[in-house]
C-alpha cells in the first residue's frame, strides 16, 4: 500500500500513481482512463480504457459533414438570421 496526499491543482484534486503501481495497472503517461466512484463504500476505482479506431471516426465525422454540406450552410444562414430578430 502506497499513501499518498491529495493536493489541488486548480478546480481538480490530484494523486500521484506510484511507477510500480502504473507499470503493473499498464498505465502510461496520455493513458486514458475510466474513474468510477462507488457511491456504498466511496472507494474509487481508476480503469485504463483504449480508444480504438480514432481515425476512423475521424474520417466518418468527416464524410457526414461533407455528405450533409448544403443543409449546414443553410442551418448557418438561418442561425445567422434569426440571431438578429
Known sequence: MALRRVRRDGNSLVVTIPSADAQKAHVTEGTMVDIYTNEK??????HPVE??????????????????????????EYDKGSASD
Do not use: T
Request: no cysteine; aromatic share 4%; hydrophobic share 40%.
Open 51 to 76: 480508444i480504438r479506431h480514432r481515425r476512423d471516426f475521424v474520417a466518418a465525422g468527416r464524410e457526414v459533414i461533407e455528405k450533409n454540406r448544403g443543409l449546414l450552410n443553410r442551418l448557418e
Open 41 to 46: 463504500s466511496g472507494a474509487i476505482e481508476i
